[in-house]
């Protein structure tokens, strides 16, 4: 049986431990989002070069999330987010991940065996947001705390947000190393000899 | 009376801003299908949450998704429809205009291939794929904005002389390689045959066919009911929370070809955004969804 957990937000090392695959989570608290390649870069050149990040990530919840910010009176305003695949980051993220201590990284679409293999060192998730789901996320945000590097295009900035019942996302990679997204793919590999019979079969009998 | 650039201008604009805020009612109808038969509990939730958040754009005049795509359009014309100005052009300002003027802005989805800066106009965008109604005194035109959530998963394969055990299996070879990132329940559009461009048009449009209603060619009715339930028993299920629900419909359509038969594959996610009307010669909209 699944647990639904409501989570303030920074998450600690033994929060993250005790999340399993298919629990649900929603959270309260600081997140940091950015659905940019370029941003990614950003973030491993300024690793390399030991520079500080505008938004520091130590410990964070980092999500690939799209969210359209502009400048208004007072400051940015976000006005709606919304995941994107996370599989495109997996060359950056068991970097980030181990560097940062970040606590759950998540978008959609998940993240490889590399990635889930830096998690459970680390102790950190991946949470599963649900795509198409702009107003339901959106709802969640209470306060743009910080938006950085608004050079770049809206869902490229680097964003710091407080929210207020976030979710529920699900525990699709834990920090014991169980990744739902390689296990849905095993099992259907495993399926499909006998999807295919079944397939000629059917089409035999047509 | 004639279609005129004003009017085409203002429809290419009204047909985006439907199709991000909601989703067409046959998807509404199978998702609701889909929830009720889901076995997965966790496969449940995910179909009742999007069914609520398709809602919840609906009912508050918002976006489904922040990905709002780049712009893509089927425009049929009617052989004896009558034309009042540049209508290619109109939806090129049609487009325009939407991005300077809808609220809240939309995201800069429109790339660059070349050198990956992105911004809202490019070359050859909006993208339209252009038909002829033949006797028909109206524009048909369907939005259909693609974002790279489902449009990355899109795959064509050319095949020498194959048998339709070699196709089902370079489809299920797709959904494998998709597995669980294009957002799925999807629909499923797949081109047999023709030529390469033609084939990849017919998998597109053949996902813009409202589920429910099969191909008219039995052998093409009996594949799509096999694929969806072969589909279905791959297990990803929504969004990869397993269950039995990965697939809302497979659409097949073909054409006649050369030995050489190409296979394309191609995948909407699950708010299946398209919304379509007919422009009369008289000015008068008739929206179809």
């Known amino acids: 049986m699944s647990a639904h957990h409501r989570l303030e937000l920074p998450l ?195 | 009376m004639a279609i005129t650039y004003e009017a085409v201008k203002a429809l290419s604009a009204d047909l985006y801003v439907w199709s991000l805020k909601k989703i067409p009612e046959d998807t509404k109808a199978a998702l609701a299908e889909a929830e009720a038969a889901e076995s997965n509990p966790s496969a449940r939730e995910t179909l009742t949450m999007m069914r609520r958040s398709a809602e919840l754009a609906e009912t508050t005049d918002s976006y489904v998704c922040s990905d709002s795509g780049v712009p893509v359009y089927v425009v049929k014309l009617g052989t004896a429809a009558r034309l009042d100005g540049d209508i290619k052009q109109a939806i090129v300002d049609g487009f325009e205009h939407l991005v300077a003027t809808i609220e809240p802005p939309i995201l800069a989805h429109v790339t660059n291939p070349l050198t990956l800066e992105r911004g809202h106009a490019g070359k050859d965008m909006p993208l339209i794929t252009w038909d002829l109604i033949g006797g028909a005194d109206y524009l048909d035109m369907t939005c259909a904005p693609k974002a790279l959530g489902s449009g990355r998963w899109a795959a064509l394969e050319i095949f020498s002389f194959p048998g339709l055990d070699v196709i089902e299996r370079y489809v299920m070879d797709c959904v494998m390689k998709a ?6 329940p999807v629909v499923i559009g797949v081109g047999i045959g023709g030529s390469f461009d033609h084939c990849a048009k017919l998998a ?85 969804e």
């Open chain 2, 179 to 184: 597995g669980s990132q294009h957002c799925p």
């Open chain 1, 12 to 206: 600690s090392e033994a929060d993250v431990r005790g999340l399993a695959v298919g629990d649900l989570v929603t959270l309260d608290g600081e997140i940091v989002l950015t659905a940019g390649l370029p941003t990614h870069e950003r973030i491993r050149e300024h690793m390399e070069q030991g520079r500080a990040l505008p938004i520091d990530l130590k410990g964070a919840a980092f999500f690939h999330l799209g969210s359209m910010s502009r400048d208004a009176a007072g400051g940015f305003e976000v006005l709606y987010m919304n995941p994107t695949t996370s599989t495109r980051f997996n060359p950056f993220m068991p970097d980030f991940i181990r560097r940062f201590g970040l606590r759950a990284v998540g978008g959609k679409g998940g993240l490889d065996d590399a990635c889930a293999k830096a998690m459970a060192e680390m102790g950190c998730v991946y949470l599963s947001f649900l795509g198409g789901g702009a107003q339901l996320h959106t709802g969640a945000i209470r306060e743009v705390v910080e938006v950085a590097w608004n050079d770049l295009v809206a869902h490229y900035r680097l964003v710091k947000l407080r929210v207020e019942g976030l979710g529920p996302l699900t525990v699709a990679i834990d920090a014991h190393g169980n990744n739902a997204y390689e296990q849905l793919k095993q099992t259907a590999a495993e399926r499909m000899p006998g999807i295919l019979a079944e397939l000629d079969r059917e089409r035999g009998g047509a």
């Open chain 2, 204 to 288: 597109k449009l053949a996902t813009l066919r409202p589920i429910g209603e099969p191909n008219p060619e039995p052998v093409l009715a009996d594949m799509e009911a096999r694929l969806r339930k072969a589909v279905n028993a791959t297990g990803f299920g929504p969004m990869g929370t397993g269950g039995d629900t990965t697939a809302l419909a497979v659409h097949v359509d073909y054409a006649a070809g050369h030995g050489f038969t190409p296979v394309a594959v191609c995948f909407n996610c699950w708010i299946n955004r398209r919304t379509r009307a007919r422009l009369y010669d008289d000015g008068r909209v008739e929206r179809i």
